[in-house]
């Protein structure tokens, strides 16, 4: 895990996985199915922060390096 990736809020998650091309598919308790069109699919906790640990999770799903998600941060 890169040490770069602290916590986040969920909508700062969700905005870069959108800026990608994932797109919200359905809820399921609490958690947020977003899906590329790879048919990649990442799972997002809607708890408001997304922990450093469970960020890296979902960035494994989506495919993502830590250094490519920073940089969709801005």
Not at 5 to 20: F, G, M, N, T, Y
Request: glycine content about 10%; charged content about 20%; cysteine-free.
């Amino acid at each position: 895990m890169s040490p770069a990736l602290a916590d986040l809020p969920v909508r700062k998650v969700i905005q870069a996985l959108e800026s990608v091309g994932f797109a919200y598919v359905r809820t399921k308790g609490s958690h947020a199915v977003y899906r590329d069109q790879q048919g990649r699919v990442a799972v997002i906790p809607q708890h408001g922060v997304v922990k450093r640990g469970t960020l890296a999770s979902i960035l494994r799903q989506a495919g993502l390096t830590p250094a490519e998600f920073l940089k969709l941060l801005g």
